[in-house]
Nanobody, 125 residues
Framework: QVQLVESGGGLVQAGGSLRLSCAAS????????MGWFRQVPGKEREFVAA????????YYADSVKGRFTISRDNTKNTVYLRMNSLKPEDTAVYYC??????????????????WGQGTQVTVSS
């Protein structure tokens, strides 16, 4: 069982930046592909970014490409999401998730077995 705890959310003005962190309890963290998703009330959870277990490959939704950067530190069992040039439409609860497969686009919810509790990001205009 992998436990994931997100942090770093908050309120920021449009154009600002935030860095989300997700700490994993599992010693085998490096075996998992990791992803970030987001959700707003009344809408489905959507893919934001993912990173392979080897750190070689990263994947992004078109809506965040060029503004967000996903990274991981396997020595700290932590995955990060750096968010720059934030827009009001980025407002959502952000969730990190762990995928046993470890490789591939990892863009679908069904690929992930473990989820964090989420952290709120609010971007004011």
């Amino acid at each position: 069982q992998v436990q994931l705890v997100e942090s770093g959310g908050g309120l920021v003005q449009a154009g600002g930046s935030l860095r989300l962190s997700c700490a994993a309890s599992e010693r085998t963290f490096s075996r998992y592909g990791m992803g970030w998703f987001r959700q707003v009330p009344g809408k489905e959870r959507e893919f934001v970014a993912a990173i392979s277990r080897s750190i070689v490959s990263t994947y992004y939704a078109d809506s965040v490409k060029g503004r967000f950067t996903i990274s991981r530190d396997n020595t700290k069992n932590t995955v990060y999401l750096r968010m720059n040039s934030l827009k009001p439409e980025d407002t959502a609860v952000y969730y990190c998730a762990a995928a046993p497969l470890g490789v591939g686009p990892l863009a679908t919810i069904s690929e992930y077995d473990y989820w964090g509790q989420g952290t709120q990001v609010t971007v004011s205009s």
